[in-house]
């Protein structure tokens, strides 16, 4: 399968679509434009990506659209390693892991292209201000919502079950940058 996903240029400006837009539907020809391919490689690469099982299909008002399925098998590690090799993400995890002494970190909403409750969450000791003030330097279209947790009020709010950390570690959408707490979250 692997040989599959990573075998063309194109292929991988699809994936890379489609994983960091997993909410957004698209058609051949947008493709074609956003993508600046030929549109016999995006429907070649397009019909690769539905065999496999990573994209479903819909036809609306005659036309053909492509979306993400959420339901295959390895959607979370490969939207996690497209985001990863994203610079953004890459870059933005670097730069607050060296804010402090980091447990977890998680990315979500504004940086994932998502609603969500917060756009980054923060566990162990950092510096609130510093962070804070980087977040502010970020050009996003809203300002950044973030939350920090020390190590021991996250493990406690997983014990308890607490809906709020449950909803952001559970979300196959986020990505989680820094997870020294791994035997926790089982």
């Known amino acids: 399968m692997l040989k ?5 240029n194109a292929r991988v400006k699809l994936m890379t679509l489609f994983l960091i837009n997993p909410e957004k539907e698209y058609f051949v020809r947008e493709l074609t434009r956003m993508l600046d391919e030929q549109i016999n490689s995006v429907r070649r690469e397009l019909d690769n990506l539905k065999n496999i099982g990573l994209l479903k299909t819909h036809t609306k008002n005659r036309k053909k659209f492509y ?3 959420k339901n295959f098998t390895f959607y979370s ?17 670097k730069n607050i892991a060296k804010m402090g002494s ?13 609603d969500s409750q917060v756009d980054l969450l923060a566990v162990g000791e950092v510096d609130k201000e510093k962070l804070k003030k980087y977040l502010d330097t970020l050009e996003t279209h809203r300002s950044i919502r973030f939350s920090t947790l020390s190590t021991e009020d996250f493990i406690y709010r997983l014990k308890c079950r607490d809906k709020f950390t449950l909803d952001l570690i559970q979300d196959p959408d986020n990505l989680i940058g ?3 707490l791994e035997k926790h979250l089982k």
């Not at 599959?4 to 063309?8: H, K, P």
């Open 102 to 114: 980091l447990d977890f970190l998680l990315i979500s909403g504004v940086f994932m292209n998502k």
């Open 178 to 180: 820094v997870n020294k």
């Open 77 to 93: 590690e490969l939207r996690s390693i497209i985001v990863k090799s994203n610079n953004s993400s890459e870059s933005l995890i």
């Open 4 to 8: 599959q996903l990573f075998t063309s």
């Open 67 to 69: 979306t993400v399925n």
